[in-house]
């Protein structure tokens, strides 16, 4: 996948695992899946571990217990996957399904 040539849209692009233990969940899907793990600094909120196959990024680990990121709401979803979609623009969805 690349800018000259985007998913289709509707197609899932990332996943995030919404954990409590990333060291846990890493140590799990590295030695089950083979995926590779990647820490990005992300600043002031602190480490973002991404996962991936080959050349490939897949998706990140969250914690709801990460201070700095507000994720009180996940807690219910700890042990899942949150797919995310590809969307052309927002714009129709801010407001209200109408295109503008």
């Not at 040539?5 to 233990?21: A, I, M, S």
């Not at 995926?35 to 196959?53: A, F, H, I, L, T």
């Not at 201070?67 to 042990?79: A, C, F, Q, S, V």
Request: contains cysteine; aromatic residues 12%.
């Amino acid at each position: 996948m690349s800018a000259a040539n985007p998913p289709q849209e509707g197609r899932f692009v990332w996943y995030e695992l919404v954990t409590k233990d990333k060291s846990k969940a890493q140590e799990f899907y590295t030695s089950l899946l083979g995926w590779k793990v990647q820490e990005e600094d992300m600043g002031e909120y602190g480490k973002y571990p991404m996962v991936g196959v080959g050349e490939t990024w897949l998706g990140g680990m969250v914690s709801p217990q990460d201070e700095k990121i507000p994720l009180e709401d996940l807690r219910p979803l700890r042990g899942s996957f949150l797919p995310w979609s590809r969307k052309e623009g927002v714009s129709p969805l801010c407001h209200g399904g109408k295109s503008s």
